[in-house]
């Protein structure tokens, strides 16, 4: 049985999915790389298309409103004003989770910019998660801290974190709890390379790689 908004006797689904996109694309010139176009459509759309059936509900986050809205997802003002970080937006987004969908039990959180992720990771992730362990996937030797599950009662002791300790980074976080890794295998291209799943569109050339791995995967 789905979990239904604001109704706590309904078995939920166990997790929450939250989008995080409210970095400052530095590295791509200041442009909101969420909305950059990657085999016809926004980078956020191949996102949302992996994670969206992983979960009970996907929200995007974002530290202000803009044009995110268009993409028929509910969007996520951060909490803690002044572009904060990555973890201000897990902050808002479990408190999102809170308050609309009580019932739920997990957090997952995904990058905007990663066009390939695998689409079971959140399934994976709650078999190995316990009663409350946190869970972060692993690929090709690397730690993938953005991709993770939180439990829902992290709330308070994160926005704590943040407001006097002044945590930002996600790694951060994990560094100082304890975290079961998942790891994922590379994806097989159609010319038999082997790509991360959790390769992640950063710079120009990472869009033009991207581009390509599309190509291969769709031609």
């Known amino acids: 049985m789905s979990l239904n908004k604001n109704n ?3 078995a939920p689904k166990p ?3 939250v989008i995080l996109a409210g970095g400052l694309s530095r590295r791509m010139g200041g442009q909101d790389k969420s909305l950059l176009p990657l085999g016809g459509v926004a980078l956020i759309n191949h996102a949302i298309n992996r994670a969206q059936g992983q979960v009970e ?3 995007i986050s ?3 409103k803009s044009g995110l809205d268009e993409f028929g997802l ?3 003002e951060d909490s803690i004003p002044g572009f904060a970080g990555p973890l201000a937006g897990v902050l808002s987004a479990l408190e999102w989770t809170e308050k609309n969908y009580p019932a739920a039990k997990w957090l997952a959180t995904f990058a905007v910019d990663a066009p390939f992720m695998p689409t079971d990771m ?3 992730f709650i078999t ?3 009663e409350d362990n946190y869970v972060m996937a692993r690929s090709m030797g690397r730690d993938h801290p953005v991709f993770a599950l939180w439990p829902i009662t992290a709330k308070e002791e994160l926005r704590l974190a943040i407001k006097n300790d002044g945590l930002s980074r996600v790694g951060q976080w ?3 709890h304890k975290t079961v890794k998942i790891d994922f295998a590379p994806t097989i291209e159609s010319n038999n390379s082997k790509i991360d799943p959790f390769f992640n569109v950063n710079t120009a050339a990472d869009a033009t790689v991207a581009e390509k791995i599309v190509g291969n995967i769709f031609k």
């Open 62 to 64: 974002a530290p202000q």
């Open 174 to 176: 994990f560094e100082n």
């Open 128 to 130: 190995v998660a316990g």
């Open 15 to 17: 997790a929450i999915g």
């Open 74 to 76: 509910d969007v996520v």
């Open 8 to 10: 706590t006797d309904l």
């Open 57 to 59: 509900k996907l929200i």
């Open 122 to 124: 959140v399934e994976k």
